[in-house]
């Protein structure tokens, strides 16, 4: 046999074996949808009966060159991984937050500003809004620095009762009266479903918190929403719940969620939480939301933030959220995290400098 014809037989088997892959994913499916109305009708997966009817079946058609032990070898195999797929749990397959059902990343637009998807954005601004002055001076060095997003919190969900609990209703309007006078968005965390209507006069991003991660009825509620939603990873939450919770919105048909690492609770003392770098990949491969890092309350300090948001941006993040305030010192809330403005300002050169972030031009 020629050379020639040898390829054009290999060809061939290439062909079939797409034939075939397309065929055994088909009837996977099928399998999964079986499998499916066994799980809800209770019954067992595994139908051994059904197998051997099939293998006895085939190996009656079967007129070689394959011989009948290996016809049922091979479709045992097949059985078995129909099996598998049934088994593995279809949930998580399934999540309209997942890859697997939405395989473009989605990209948050709001206005001019695009977060997910392609260059990434910093997110930065104090940690509680506290004066008209504070944060307009903060806004000022936003716009200076290329920075499209001002965070600050109105509503503090804080740790002691007795500490600044942030400024409302009021403080979302010293926000946006800044935002506004420097072409800046807002960002800020609500804490309560009935606050979402109004706040959204104030908020281009809603924020729910760490501590929120898990509050379903204000998950519902911002899911009710048509706004974006940046939702923050919970101290203790897995991947799992922390895509689970973005299901919760996203379900309810608010496609615009944004997921934000801010670190776990572990053992480690010499930073507030540890910052969950492999968090970044895995829920970029996972999900097709957009993904940023909090490098300020998963450090919790100022000399490693610089270095972190690389990695995080290395790692493939969406975005980076920083705290920054005119006078840390005098703080009303992280005054040991939150960097002064000249402090942000190289912070954000360093960043630049990696060649992983552009500042937008104004
Ligand atoms: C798909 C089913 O579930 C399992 C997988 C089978 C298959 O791949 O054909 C057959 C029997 C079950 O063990 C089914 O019951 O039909």
């Known amino acids: 046999m020629s050379h020639m014809q040898i ?49 006895d079946r085939l190996a009656a058609q079967n007129s070689g060159p394959l011989d009948e032990a290996t016809v049922r070898r091979l479709f045992g195999d097949i059985f078995k991984a129909t099996l598998q797929v049934q088994i593995e749990a279809p949930a998580k ?26 260059e990434p954005v910093l997110v930065a601004g104090p940690c509680s809004v506290e004066s008209r002055e504070q944060v307009r001076e903060v806004a000022a060095a936003l716009k200076r620095a290329g920075v499209p997003v001002i965070r600050g919190g109105a509503f503090k969900p804080r740790t002691s009762p007795y500490d600044f609990q942030g400024l409302g209703f009021e403080g979302l309007k010293l926000l946006k009266e800044a935002a ?13 479903p009935a606050h ?12 729910i918190g760490a501590r929120n991660m ?8 911002a899911g009710d929403m048509r706004k974006p939603v940046l939702l923050k990873r919970g101290l203790a939450a897995t991947m799992d719940e922390f895509l ?13 969620v944004m997921l ?10 010499w930073t507030r939480n540890t910052l969950d770098i492999s968090a970044v990949p895995l829920l970029k491969r996972e999900s097709h939301l957009p993904v940023l890092v909090d490098v300020s309350h998963s450090t919790g300090r100022k000399d490693i933030m610089a270095p972190c948001a690389k990695a995080a941006l290395a790692a493939g993040a969406d975005g980076i959220m920083v705290e920054t305030h005119p006078n840390p010192a005098a703080a009303l809330s992280d005054a040991d995290q939150q960097l002064d403005l000249g402090e942000f300002a190289e912070f954000v050169r360093d960043v630049q400098s990696s060649g992983l972030y552009r500042a937008i031009k104004s």
């Open 7 to 55: 390829e054009q037989l290999r060809g061939r088997l290439d062909e079939l074996n797409s034939q075939l892959l397309e065929l055994l994913s088909e009837r996977a499916e099928i399998g999964q949808q079986i499998g499916e109305w066994k799980r809800n009708a209770g019954l067992p997966l595994h139908d051994p009966v059904r197998e051997k009817e099939m293998l």
């Open 93 to 118: 397959r399934k999540l309209l937050v997942s890859r697997a059902s939405h395989r473009e990343d989605t990209v948050v637009q709001i206005g001019d500003t695009a977060i997910g998807g392609g």
């Open 180 to 192: 506004d006078e420097f072409g800046l968005l807002t960002i800020s965390e609500i804490v309560t």
């Open 196 to 207: 979402l209507e109004e706040a959204a006069q104030y908020v281009d991003i809603i924020q």
């Open 214 to 221: 898990q509050n379903f009825e204000l998950l519902k509620a």
């Open 244 to 256: 689970h919770a973005a299901e919760y919105i996203v379900s309810r048909g608010n496609s615009q």
């Open 260 to 269: 934000i690492e801010r670190g776990i609770r572990t053992y480690e003392k």
